[in-house]
C-alpha cells in the first residue's frame, strides 16, 4: 500500500477532487495548510491581474491511502488537475504504508483500506 500526500493551490483543489472521483478516489482527507515556497523568493505575487502578499501561501493538503497498483494513475490524475505551469502548483509525495488497521472491525493491510484501497481503478 502506498500514501500519496499532495499540497495544491486552493483554486485547484475542485478540478483535483473532480478528476480522483472520475478515476474511482472517492475517498480521501483534505485540509487548509499554509507554507513558503518559491513565490515567497520572488516578493509579491500576481494572479489574475491582483497582487498578493506571498508570506503565507494558502494550500489544500490531500492524503490518500491506495494499493500499490493504483499509484501512477492517481499520482497523473493529480498532476494533471492541478497544473497551471505557473510557479506554486504545488507538490504530490509517495511514501510506502506498512501497516493500516481499521478500527472499528480490527482488518488489517489492504483489506482495512475503503475506496480506492479495496478496488483496482478502472481505465478510462
Not at 491511502?65 to 492517481?74: C, E, F, G, P, Q
Not at 499520482?75 to 504530490?92: H, Q, V, Y
Request: glycine fraction near 10%; aromatic fraction near 10%; proline fraction near 2%.
Amino acid at each position: 500500500m502506498k500514501k500519496i500526500e499532495a499540497i495544491i493551490r486552493t483554486s485547484k483543489f475542485e478540478d483535483v477532487k473532480e478528476q480522483l472521483k472520475a478515476i474511482g478516489i472517492d475517498f480521501f482527507s483534505y485540509w487548509d495548510a499554509s507554507g513558503v515556497g518559491n513565490e515567497h523568493m520572488r516578493g509579491h505575487h500576481s494572479y489574475r491581474g491582483t497582487e498578493y502578499d506571498t508570506q503565507y501561501i494558502p494550500r489544500i493538503f490531500i492524503s490518500i491511502v491506495l494499493r500499490d497498483i493504483n499509484v501512477a494513475k492517481t499520482l497523473n490524475c493529480i498532476e494533471k488537475s492541478a497544473f497551471t505551469g505557473e510557479i506554486g502548483d504545488g507538490m504530490i509525495f509517495s511514501y510506502d504504508i506498512e501497516e493500516s488497521v481499521r478500527i472499528s472491525n480490527g482488518a488489517r493491510g489492504e483489506a482495512s483500506t475503503s475506496g480506492p484501497g479495496d478496488k483496482i481503478l478502472t481505465e478510462s
